[in-house]
């Protein structure tokens, strides 16, 4: 939008500033929905940052617990077992909405592991390895959640980001600049007018 669009009449003066509130409202929404996703990437990062530390504490122990598995139970056997557990199907994602943004969160079943392979073929380190490994699933999907929902919000933050600068520092500039060119048109032509009508007025009186 540029001045020269607007012919310097009250009518286009009154539509520029009724364009010019409509624009600050809009910006004014959205730079609270920038504010409130800044908000909840910067919890999402915190828990993020938290779970992650957790996580590599847990492949930490789950690293030691196999290399025990393996020494006690042999490697091949320990394939051979591994390809008996049943694989978790119980995974769903469920898609929720924040100020417009996907946020996905990954539901599974939290139970305990059945027993899929004969006791006789393993002992107490390979327990340990199974369930050790089972309670690092669990945090590993919450941070795969936690890493998809930052990817979105951040993506959605840009975007709103890029409409809040272009209405503060092109749409509202350029609008008040309109308004302000038509309304000193306006006080110029009416003090011309008013000039000319003192003018006339005086020929009269003179006369």
């Keep these: 939008m540029t001045e020269t669009k607007f012919a310097p009449t009250k009518a286009n003066l009154m539509k520029a500033k009724n364009q010019l509130s409509l624009i600050n409202e809009g910006y004014d929404i959205l730079d ?4 409130a996703l800044i908000g909840q990437y910067n919890s999402k990062i915190n828990q993020r940052n938290e779970l992650n530390k957790i996580v590599n504490s847990c492949i930490k122990d789950v690293k030691k617990n196999i290399k025990k598995a393996i020494v006690t139970t042999g490697e091949d056997r320990l394939k051979s077992i591994a390809l008996s557990v049943p694989l978790d199907e119980s995974i769903t994602l469920k898609e929720k909405k924040f100020m417009q943004t996907k946020i996905f969160e990954i539901d599974f079943d939290s139970k305990k592991l059945d027993l899929s392979y004969s006791l006789n073929l393993t002992n107490s380190l390979f327990d340990e390895a199974l369930l050790s490994l089972n309670d690092l699933k669990e945090k590993v999907y919450k941070l795969a959640e936690l890493d998809t929902t930052i990817k979105n919000l951040d993506t959605e933050i840009k975007k709103t980001s890029k409409k809040v600068n272009s209405l503060e520092k092109v749409q509202i500039p350029n609008y008040k600049a309109i308004i302000k060119s038509i ?3 306006i006080e110029e032509r ?3 007018e008013f000039s000319k009508t003192k003018m006339i007025k005086d020929k009269k009186i003179n006369k």
């Design 32 to 35: 609270k929905k920038r504010k």
């Design 183 to 185: 309304s000193s048109q």
């Design 190 to 192: 009416e003090r011309e």
